[in-house]
Each structure stands twice: as C-alpha cells, then as structure tokens.
Nanobody, 123 residues
C-alpha cells in the first residue's frame, strides 16, 4: 500500500483543516488506518485510528472531541477533520496502515506510512 497525505497548511488558532490520505492498491479496505504527528524535537505520537470498515475509531486524549477520523473505502481515502485547532497541534501529520491483527497505538504497529503533511497553527 502506498499512501499520500495532503491538506496541511497554516491556520489560526480555533480554525479547522481537513487532512486526506489517498492509498493505492486494491487491498486498502483490508487495513486499519491511523494518523500520527510529529512536532519539532519530539517523538512521533498517536493521534487517531480507524478500523478497516470505519465502524470503530479511537483518539488520543489531546484531540478527543476536536478531531474526527473517517474513511471512504470506495475512494481508498482516509480523512482527519481537525477543528478548534491549537498551537500545540502544530506538527507534521502522517497517515499509516496496519494489518487487522495488530492494535494501533504505536508506530511499530504500522507497516506503511505516507510522506507527511505539515500543519501549522498560529496563536
């Protein structure tokens, strides 16, 4: 699976962005998907995950209630709707794919990664 993330940019605090991650390959619906982020000087951290069907989602406490992850298997795409953005959300955001057999909170659970898209939130 090849992943291509897009949708990042510069936004003021309180604003919104929607990230997209387009996947190639006919087996996209076989994978659970996740979003991670990495701020300058920090480790990559879990943001959100979604099951292969889209029926289950899970969020980091820091984004719960503000971010929503979804997927469209017909379009081979996952999304991350980010609302009420804060300066501390500034990071490079990565989408990733993992087999159904693994949990999804850690980077090592994921086999495939997109190139990242930069989100900058100004105060």
């Amino acid at each position: 699976v090849q992943l291509q993330a897009s949708g990042g940019g510069l936004v003021q605090a309180g604003g919104s962005l929607r990230l997209s991650c387009a996947a190639s390959g006919r087996t996209f619906s076989s994978y659970h998907m996740g979003w991670f982020r990495q701020a300058p000087g920090k480790e990559r951290e879990f943001v959100a995950a979604i099951s292969w069907s889209g029926g289950s989602t899970y969020y980091a406490d820091s984004v719960k209630g503000r971010f929503t992850m979804s997927r469209d298997n017909a379009k081979n795409t996952v999304y991350l709707q980010m609302n009420s953005l804060k300066p501390e959300d500034t990071a490079v955001y990565y989408c990733a794919a993992r087999p159904r057999s693994r949990n999804g909170l850690f980077t090592y659970d994921y086999d495939y990664w997109g190139q990242g898209t930069l989100v900058t939130v100004s105060s």
